[in-house]
């Protein structure tokens, strides 16, 4: 069994100029808890995710994050671009379960991404 057999597709991705709320937003309505984020050209430049998101609300005050129905609200006007993880590490769909299992093993990411042709959102 190879990545592409569990990947999720369409990949679902964000642009860098997307606002954070448009970024939440996705993520709620997905169901997901990272999206990549790829340029114009289709390249990927770095992923998001919802703690990413949450970290760049959080007040240093009050360490809380406003929601609404479980969404954010209040996010400051950075784009996820100023918060992503930039160059995050990928193999291709054609990655087999077990290398799958001990690249995830030995890095410390949220999610982990088999890169196919992305679905643009947030654009």
Not at 41 to 55: F, H, K, W, Y
């Given at each position: 069994m190879q990545a592409r057999d569990i990947m999720n597709t369409p990949v679902i991705a964000v642009s860098p100029r997307a606002t954070l709320v448009e970024t939440a937003e996705l993520l709620h309505a997905q169901?997901?808890?990272?999206?990549?984020?790829?340029?114009?050209?289709?390249?990927?430049?770095?992923?998001?995710?919802?703690?990413?998101?949450?970290?760049?609300?959080?007040t240093r005050e009050s360490r809380e994050v406003p929601t609404q129905d479980g969404v954010l609200i209040g996010v400051i006007p950075y784009t996820v671009g100023a918060i992503m993880t930039k160059a995050p590490l990928t193999l291709p769909p054609g990655t087999e379960l077990p290398d799958l299992a001990g690249a995830m093993s030995g890095c410390t990411c949220a999610g982990f991404r088999s890169w196919t042709t992305p679905t643009w959102s947030a654009w």
């Open positions: 169901g997901f808890t990272t999206l990549p984020v790829v340029n114009e050209g289709g390249r990927l430049v770095g992923i998001v995710s919802e703690s990413d998101i949450a970290m760049a609300r959080v």
